[in-house]
């Protein structure tokens, strides 16, 4: 069984959120395991094409089978992506969350700061790691499979629509992907993977982790991989975050604009560019 829909990115534009609504939709099939970024080849693909239908085994009878990974639309940090998806996959549908771009770059740039990933200030990382800019150049990113797949096997949607006007959206992708699209759960309310519920080990952690038996008692007592360790091992993240100065953001839309320009043509005259493009 292989999928006949991706969720393309962008990452950190709502993709978790879409995974989890589209997932509660009963003639769509989601694997339990949002990101297997499969056409990454740094990533899954050394594993091979029974592996990768093996993620969808359960999909049974579904409509529309599908994966999320927003590592596909992170060119040139991961390139290939789109001729070996194309390869495997030539008739599938694709779904592109897009966000402000420097907004995106800035919760982007958060999230590494938190996991410790990123150690430089903010300015520095943003204009001198390619990784952040590159991400947010949605246009880029589409061209990338234009010359594999046909304009409308793509649908753009932006992540304020899918936030603000989620009953309506949703209405779109589940046309665009051939299912009912008057089904609406009620858990469509709820937005997932905030950085406002986002956790990060307490330094006791790492010490709990070094006493001795510590593995045993985590095997026998699976509560405290859950609650306990929740409560006791794991701080909330701290949400004063420093906002982008004004001249970086002024900096950063100048190098944006002419993508964002670009984009139109996939979202329509209609589309604002954000007030940059």
């Known amino acids: ?99 402000h771009p420097i907004e995106r770059m800035w919760s982007h740039y958060h999230e590494r700061v938190i996991s410790g990933v990123e150690k430089a200030p903010m300015e520095r990382a943003l204009l001198d790691n390619p990784i952040y800019l590159n991400a947010s150049r949605y246009a880029l990113q589409i061209q990338q499979y234009a010359p594999h797949y046909r304009r409308e096997r793509l649908l753009v949607i932006r992540s304020e629509d899918l936030r603000h006007e989620r009953a309506p959206t949703l209405r779109r992708i589940y046309e665009f992907l051939g299912v009912a699209a008057d089904w609406i759960a009620a858990e469509i309310e709820r937005e997932f993977h905030r950085t406002a519920d986002k956790r990060v080990p307490r330094q006791l952690l790492g010490t709990v982790r070094r006493l001795p038996g510590f593995r045993a008692v985590k095997f026998f007592a699976p509560w405290l991989r859950k609650e306990v360790k929740t409560r006791m091992f794991m701080r909330r993240v701290n949400l004063r975050q420093p906002a982008i100065p004004d001249e970086l953001r002024h900096r950063l839309e100048e190098m944006l604009r002419d993508d964002v320009r670009q984009l139109r043509h996939y979202l329509g005259d209609h589309f604002d560019g954000w007030g940059i493009g």
């Open 1 to 99: 069984m292989l999928p006949n829909f991706l969720v393309i990115g962008a990452a950190k534009a709502g993709t978790t959120s879409l995974y989890h609504y589209l997932r509660l939709h009963p003639q769509v099939f989601m694997p339990a395991t949002k990101e297997l970024s499969f056409f990454v080849k740094e990533n899954n693909w050394p594993r091979g094409r029974a592996w990768y239908e093996e993620q969808f085994s359960g999909a049974v009878d579904a409509a529309a089978i599908g994966e999320a990974s927003p590592h596909y639309t992170m060119y040139p940090q991961y390139g290939g992506v789109p001729a070996r998806m194309a390869d495997l996959l030539p008739d599938i549908r694709l779904i592109y969350l897009v966000r």
